[in-house]
């Protein structure tokens, strides 16, 4: 059955930490993991990293796709009260169209 | 441009009514999802659709449930009857099939059943 693994569960840091948000999967024809973040409402959709792009970046978020070791991790850098959220990663496969979510990450930056 | 679009916002019902919960995906969006959350088992996906055809409902809990989608700008979830373990949070999503295109959600409707 395919999985997708997060870790932490919940992490506390300070303004202006970095962290590190892990995600692991198993998946059968893996075609592509996203990041989303979810604050009070809809997860709102952060990263794509597919075969042909293993590492993005978007100001403060940064995000690599380790295809051998089936696992992506989710960098914050220099971290603001408004990173606090949930971070969920979701695998694709190639078969079908579905997409399967983590239990997410549990974020909080206290001031 | 108008997002993924779901109501009600809220829904408050007893044990044993009917529920509907409705969404409007992305103009161009060929593929719909719905997914159920909760604190214990996180975004669930319940049912998706390719081009208005269910695809896959092998998430769908029980025979309590069912999705239509009559057309590329409507789909609906129904519950009937309802009960209180169905109370979570409803998302309904969806994106380009086939284009490499992540999933736009809705706002969610809660769904709380007494």
């Known amino acids: 059955e395919d999985k997708v693994v997060q870790s932490p569960l919940s992490l506390v840091v300070h303004e202006g930490d970095t962290v590190t948000l892990n995600c692991s999967y198993e998946?059968?024809?893996?075609?592509?993991l996203l990041w989303y973040k979810q604050e009070k409402k809809a997860p709102t959709f952060l990263f794509m990293l597919?075969?042909?792009?293993i590492e993005k970046k978007s100001g403060r978020l940064s995000s690599i796709l380790d295809k051998k070791e089936l696992s992506s991790i989710l960098n914050i850098t220099a971290t603001q009260t408004g990173d606090s959220a949930i971070y969920l990663c979701?695998?694709?496969?190639?078969?079908?169209?579905?997409?399967?979510f983590g239990t997410g990450t549990s974020l909080t930056v206290i001031p | 441009d108008a997002g993924v679009i779901q109501s009600p916002r809220h829904e408050v019902t007893e044990m044993g009514q009917e529920v509907t919960l409705r969404c409007k995906p992305i103009?161009?969006?060929?593929?719909l999802f719905w997914y159920r959350q909760t604190m214990m088992r996180g975004l669930e996906l319940l049912i998706y659709?390719?081009?208005?055809?269910?695809?896959?409902d092998s998430g769908m809990p029980e025979d309590r449930f069912s999705a239509k989608m009559p057309n590329a700008s409507f789909s609906t979830l129904k519950i009937q009857p309802s009960e209180p373990r169905d109370s979570a949070v409803y998302f309904c999503?969806?994106?380009?099939?086939?284009?490499?295109?992540?999933?736009?959600f809705g706002n969610g409707t809660r769904l709380t059943v007494t």
């Open positions: 998946v059968t024809n893996f075609r592509s």
């Open positions: 979701a695998v694709e496969p190639h078969t079908g169209n579905q997409f399967y």
């Open positions: 103009s161009g969006h060929n593929s």
């Open positions: 597919t075969s042909s792009g």
């Open positions: 659709f390719n081009n208005n055809v269910p695809i896959d």
């Open positions: 999503a969806s994106s380009l099939w086939g284009l490499d295109s992540p999933l736009h």
